[in-house]
């Protein structure tokens, strides 16, 4: 039999500010206290606290900001949605019960190159409208998007009309388009430094890219979304059958 060791002090640290967390009843997106209470509290060195952080960050458990502090993220408690049912992004966070938000909107009038003219059926070079930003739950970046809409299917005034919020339930409620099929491909990719940085996450981090074309009842296309997902804030079902062979 081999000698049982006690477990790194870091170890034993990392499950005390677990207990901290539960204890307090600390919801995402709030500020655990700085590293002198804990040191001061737990009777630690900063360098032992420090390499605690650290893997509870690597586990998703807490993520620390620069300026800011650390934050609690808690990966137990995901954002699901099931891919054979199309929802929007603000559908998803707010079946979790969380508050869904945009920020650093910017929409633009662009010309399609070929992969965007060949997803929407137009030929390259005509206009479309495209509307990048970041998404938000509950105040965090959990996702940047990027949708292209043909400039026919929306109103001059698209960019004042449009307000942030489900881009679905705007061209549904607001422009009568019925948006029934879609196709979608998803992938994990590692995080560029552009992308990164709006989502307040590490360059080289695991994200999901869904790429989806939206059609309507008529089967043209009229939305094409590429979203970038993070991938400790997500999970995505998918209800499969068995394929039956004759």
Same mark, same amino acid.
């Not at 655990?32 to 998703?60: D, K, W, Y």
């Given at each position: 039999?081999?000698k049982?060791?006690?477990?790194?002090?870091?170890?034993?640290v990392?499950d005390?500010?677990?207990g901290?967390?539960?204890?307090?009843?600390?919801?995402?997106?709030?500020?655990?206290?700085?590293?002198s209470?804990?040191?001061?509290q737990?009777?630690?060195? %900063?360098? $032992? @606290?420090?390499?605690?952080?650290? +893997?509870? *960050?690597e586990?998703?458990?807490?993520?620390r900001?620069? &300026?800011?502090g650390t934050l609690?993220?808690d990966?137990k408690?995901?954002? %699901?949605? $099931? @891919?054979?049912?199309?929802?929007? +992004?603000? *559908?998803?966070?707010i079946?979790?019960?969380?508050?869904? &938000?945009?920020?650093?909107?910017k929409?633009?009038?662009?010309?399609?190159?070929?992969?965007?003219?060949?997803?929407?059926?137009?030929?390259?070079?005509?206009p479309?409208?495209?509307?990048?930003r970041v998404?938000?739950?509950?105040?965090?970046p959990?996702?940047h998007?990027?949708?292209?809409?043909?400039?026919g299917?929306?109103?001059?005034?698209?960019s004042?009309?449009?307000?942030?919020?489900?881009?679905?339930l705007?061209?549904?409620?607001k422009?009568?388009?019925?948006?029934?099929n879609?196709?979608?491909?998803?992938?994990?990719?590692k995080?560029?430094?552009s992308i990164?940085?709006?989502?307040?996450?590490?360059q080289g981090?695991?994200?999901l890219?869904?790429?989806?074309?939206d059609?309507?009842?008529?089967n043209?296309?009229l939305?094409?979304?590429?979203e970038?997902?993070?991938?400790d804030r997500f999970?995505?079902i998918?209800?499969?059958?068995?394929?039956?062979?004759?």
């Amino acid at each position: 039999m081999k000698k049982v060791k006690s477990p790194q002090l870091y170890l034993l640290v990392k499950d005390e500010i677990l207990g901290y967390i539960h204890d307090n009843a600390l919801k995402i997106g709030t500020l655990l206290p700085p590293e002198s209470h804990f040191v001061s509290q737990l009777g630690i060195s %900063r360098g $032992t @606290l420090r390499e605690a952080m650290r +893997v509870l *960050e690597e586990e998703g458990v807490i993520r620390r900001k620069q &300026g800011i502090g650390t934050l609690i993220c808690d990966t137990k408690n995901l954002i %699901r949605s $099931t @891919l054979d049912i199309n929802e929007s +992004v603000s *559908e998803m966070i707010i079946g979790k019960g969380m508050t869904p &938000g945009s920020k650093n909107t910017k929409i633009e009038k662009i010309k399609a190159g070929k992969k965007l003219a060949g997803k929407l059926d137009l030929s390259p070079g005509e206009p479309v409208i495209s509307i990048t930003r970041v998404r938000t739950a509950n105040e965090i970046p959990v996702a940047h998007t990027i949708d292209f809409v043909p400039l026919g299917a929306v109103p001059k005034t698209f960019s004042e009309d449009f307000k942030g919020d489900s881009l679905y339930l705007y061209m549904e409620d607001k422009l009568g388009i019925e948006l029934t099929n879609s196709m979608l491909m998803i992938q994990p990719i590692k995080a560029p430094s552009s992308i990164a940085r709006r989502l307040e996450v590490k360059q080289g981090d695991l994200l999901l890219l869904l790429e989806q074309t939206d059609t309507n009842t008529g089967n043209i296309p009229l939305l094409y979304s590429e979203e970038y997902f993070v991938a400790d804030r997500f999970e995505f079902i998918v209800y499969r059958r068995r394929k039956k062979i004759w």
